[in-house]
Nanobody, 127 residues
Framework: QVQLVESGGGLVQAGGSLTLSCAAS????????MGWFRQAPGKEREFVAG????????RYADSVKGRFTISRDNAKNAVYLQMNSLIFEDTALYYC????????????????????WGQGTQVTVSS
């Protein structure tokens, strides 16, 4: 069982920055591919960014490339999402998710591959 707890959300003006954190339980965290997803009101959940368990590969949605950076610290069982140049359209509930299949060679961008999810942290960008 893996528990994920997100933090760092809040209200920020357009053009500002936020860093989200996700704390994970479990000794095998270093073997999990981790992802960030978001869901805005009235919209479907969408992939934002992911990082492989090897730490060698990252993947980003086109809408956040060049603005968001995902990273992880296996010693702290944590994954981060640095968000810069925020825009109104980034407003959403952001979720951290874990994919425990360490045989997977790519970072999945579909939520169906992620078995564990946090409760989410709200990011609101004022225009």
């Amino acid at each position: 069982q893996v528990q994920l707890v997100e933090s760092g959300g809040g209200l920020v003006q357009a053009g500002g920055s936020l860093t989200l954190s996700c704390a994970a339980s479990g000794r095998a965290f270093s073997q999990y591919t981790m992802g960030w997803f978001r869901q805005a009101p009235g919209k479907e959940r969408e992939f934002v960014a992911g990082i492989s368990w090897t730490n060698a590969h990252t993947r980003y949605a086109d809408s956040v490339k060049g603005r968001f950076t995902i990273s992880r610290d296996n010693a702290k069982n944590a994954v981060y999402l640095q968000m810069n140049s925020l825009i109104f359209e980034d407003t959403a509930l952001y979720y951290c998710a874990a994919d425990t299949d360490n045989m997977r060679l790519v970072v999945p961008d579909s939520g169906t591959f992620y078995e564990y999810w946090g409760q989410g942290t709200q990011v609101t960008v004022s225009s």
